[in-house]
């Protein structure tokens, strides 16, 4: 029997072992209830009606404000007008959200808008700005109403978005990233725990007299990560679901998705191993969440600036460093500022780190699970090492 | 002898502490073979370098006359002290899976499991937890665990820990009849009184050294030592001046260590001139005694170290 035959016959009892527990389907019930309701709800009530918009118009809107209504459904709103006589009570009120946008006429027109909201609407805005005045250029050549109502007598265009906006992007790759990395951090205190117990319990004795320490510690990181992972196919079916029959799912979601899963894997991969090693190191059970702080603070801490400054220079220099790139390479990917090269870089040390971890980890785990007694600290272990050598 | 399984100077560190010096031991098949010691001796250490869950500072373990590779390791069955087994798996289940680990198939090893657990009067607990099963049941289970792959090689580390005198029974006779059917076996143990009359050849180890080796019969017949068994507690007074002490007292007599020199009815009279005794008899030493002897210890000591475990 090889490596990978013993480290699959490990994976496999801890995937079975896992999906006879009555939790695991619970959660993963729980997970699949709450997708779904999160894919479908917003559709329902969405199906209500269009957007309404309200707009206030300061100036003479006879020409404005019909235009404005006619473009409407083109954006998928129904739009009222609210003729507003003065410039700052409009100014006022999209401030205090009574109205969507105001807009300005006159010689010098001017959309009001809060920063950052109704980008369709003021789209639509100044479409009918420019309609209008078009057509008085045209009255003033000369051209009859009738002649005038007869060029603008063409269907409005129909609006369809291609491009992304960076803020759904940025939505949908921080619901996605607190998934992932509560999921991770699930799995790496089972992973730690999991191998706490063996060594309580003294079963891995029996097992590293068959089997050697590093397919009975990445078997486990295989296990317990694919059934993890199982969890999480639960949680994001319904989206992909929807993705797949074309239904109009917040954009961005899914290529951050498909760029997510290898760092993803990987990242748990690594972070599983590491969790295996540590949890090696305790003598009761009670001891595993104080042994793996380190690296869930590690994990917090890059989650954390991943969310608020993946796009700083800080957050440039973790999407290289391996414990640190799983959660920062899909947000930049997802927010457009990671370059082809960081992705492959990112990759290549991200698969080195978890070489290294694995035989490190499992010299570690193979040393540490034999020596009971007491807590073990990393460096006595370590110390071990160069016994051999000496 | 190129059948069996040896370790070859093999010694071990923890620390400042030596474990194991230059320690040599041969298991050679069909006979029981004991590698007995105090506790602390350094059995289990061995014991764990022989299935390479420590790797020795030095020394070597050699499989028919070559040097024991994983896979040779992993066609043998181990039992250690710190009994281990999943107790949240079911019986079977997990029988079927170390079986798997040691390299049968899916069904061979499921038929193995069904077989031992049948022989072991644990089939009705087949699909239990292990979790659920009393402490002497689990016990079987975990022979099951290493012998369930029908290994050439057995080891059992202190397998009678922990075990009523029927559960003895049963498990001594496990261990003969696999060495009837000419397959090693190594047992470990610090009760060398349980497993006098199992073991044929011993290895006793103290302190990390081996301090006597041989086949048991032939060591006891070569001790110069006589001993004269008592069914009455003898106090020290009685022997005058016969030349002999007591080797030890309890509930059912008195042993008495005679000198080289010394007459055993000599003895026998001076301890009939105080009481009636009924039985006795003149007996070469036992493993304790023979260890009591090389070791040089008091006797409280080995009694403290076996009250201890
Ligand atoms: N992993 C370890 N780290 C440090 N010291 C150890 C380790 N394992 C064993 N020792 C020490 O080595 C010595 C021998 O231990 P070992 O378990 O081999 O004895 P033993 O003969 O099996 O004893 P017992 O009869 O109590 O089972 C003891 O002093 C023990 O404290
Ligand atoms: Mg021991």
């Given amino acids: 029997m090889n490596a990978f035959q013993a480290t699959w016959l490990v994976a496999g009892r801890e995937l079975r072992e896992s999906f006879r527990r009555k939790t695991t389907w619970i959660i993963i019930a729980v997970l699949l209830v709450g997708s779904t309701a999160a894919v479908v709800i917003p559709d329902l009530v969405g199906k209500d009606g269009p957007t309404s918009y309200d707009v206030a118009v300061v100036g003479d809107a006879t020409t404005f404000g019909p235009t404005l209504v006619a473009i409407g459904p083109a954006i998928g709103a129904e739009i009222s007008i609210t003729k507003i006589a003065d410039a700052a009570d409009a100014r006022a009120r999209v401030d205090h959200g009574d109205v969507a946008v105001a807009v300005l006429l006159g010689d010098d027109p001017t959309i009001i808008v809060r920063s950052g909201e109704h980008g369709q609407l003021v789209g639509a805005a100044s479409q009918a700005l420019a309609t209008q005045a078009l057509s008085q250029a045209l009255a003033s050549a000369g051209l009859s109403d009738a002649q005038i109502a007869k060029v603008f007598d063409i269907r409005p265009v129909r609006l369809e978005k291609v491009a992304t906006e960076t803020a759904s992007r940025r939505g949908a790759s921080f619901a996605l990233s607190l998934v992932l990395y509560l999921l991770s951090l699930t799995v790496m205190i089972q992973v730690a725990n999991g191998v706490a117990t063996e060594k309580s319990n003294r079963i891995s004795e029996v097992l590293l007299a068959v089997v050697r320490p590093g397919p009975l510690l990445f078997g486990k990181v295989v296990g317990v990560g694919l059934g993890g992972i199982a969890v999480l196919a639960a949680a994001l079916t319904p989206p992909v679901v929807k993705l797949a029959v074309g239904g109009n799912l917040p954009q961005g979601l899914g290529g951050a998705l498909a760029g997510s899963m290898i760092w993803f894997v990987l990242g748990l991969a690594l972070f599983l191993t590491l969790a295996g090693s540590l949890g090696a190191l305790v003598e009761r059970q009670e001891e595993v969440s104080s042994v793996m702080a380190p690296l869930t603070t590690i994990l917090v801490a890059a989650f954390i600036v991943a969310q608020s400054s993946a796009d700083s220079s800080l957050g440039t220099v973790l999407a290289y460093v391996p414990l640190t790139s799983p959660l920062m390479v899909p947000t930049r990917v997802a927010i457009g500022v990671s370059s082809p090269l960081e992705l492959v870089v990112s990759v290549v040390l991200l698969i080195l780190a978890i070489g290294l971890v694995v035989r490190v980890g499992s010299r570690i785990y193979g040393r540490a699970v034999v020596r009971t007694g007491r807590r073990l600290k990393l460096r006595d272990v370590l110390a071990s090492f160069d016994n051999r050598v000496a | ?309």
């Avoid at chain 2, 043998?76 to 009994?83: A, K, N």
């Avoid at chain 2, 079986?99 to 031992?116: E, V």
């Avoid at chain 2, 080891?155 to 006779?173: I, K, Y």
């Avoid at chain 2, 019969?217 to 069914?231: E, G, I």
């Fill in chain 2, 1 to 309: 002898m190129d059948e069996g399984l040896r370790a070859r100077g093999v010694s071990q560190r923890f620390g400042s502490r030596v474990v194991l010096d230059d320690v040599d031991l041969d298991v050679p098949p069909g006979r029981v073979i004991g590698l007995l010691g105090p506790n602390g001796a350094g059995k289990t250490t061995l014991m764990r370098i022989l299935f390479g869950v420590l790797q020795p500072d030095a020394g070597t373990v050699e499989w028919k006359g070559r040097r024991a590779t994983d896979d040779d390791r992993r066609s043998w069955g181990y039992m250690p002290q710190e009994r281990g087994i999943y107790r949240d798996m079911r019986v079977h289940d997990q029988l079927t899976w170390i079986a798997r680990l040691h390299g049968l198939d899916k069904a061979a090893g499921a038929a193995h499991a069904t077989d031992l657990l049948e022989r072991l009067g644990l089939a009705d607990r087949a699909k239990d937890k292990v979790g659920d099963l009393s402490g002497g049941m689990a016990q079987r289970v975990q022979l099951a665990a290493a012998m369930v792959h029908e290994p050439d090689v057995l080891v059992l580390d202190e397998p009678f820990a922990g075990l009523d005198p029927v559960a003895v029974e049963f498990l001594s006779n496990v261990i003969v009849e696999h060495v009837r059917a000419g397959r090693l076996l190594l047992l470990s143990s610090h009760q060398l009184d349980l497993v006098e009359n199992l073991c044929e050849t011993i290895t006793l180890v103290h302190h990390g050294r081996v301090v006597l080796r041989g086949d048991v019969r032939a060591l006891k017949a070569a001790s110069p030592d006589r001993y004269l068994r008592v069914d009455v507690t003898v106090e020290p007074e009685w022997l005058g001046r016969v030349d002999a002490t007591i080797a030890s007292s309890d509930a059912s007599g008195s042993r008495l260590r005679l000198a080289s020199s010394t007459d055993a009815t000599a003895a026998l009279d001076a301890v009939r001139a105080h009481a009636t005794v009924t039985d006795f008899g003149v007996e070469a030493p036992s493993l304790s005694e023979l260890f009591l002897r090389v070791a040089g210890e008091s006797a409280e000591a080995l009694h403290d170290a076996e009250a201890t475990a």
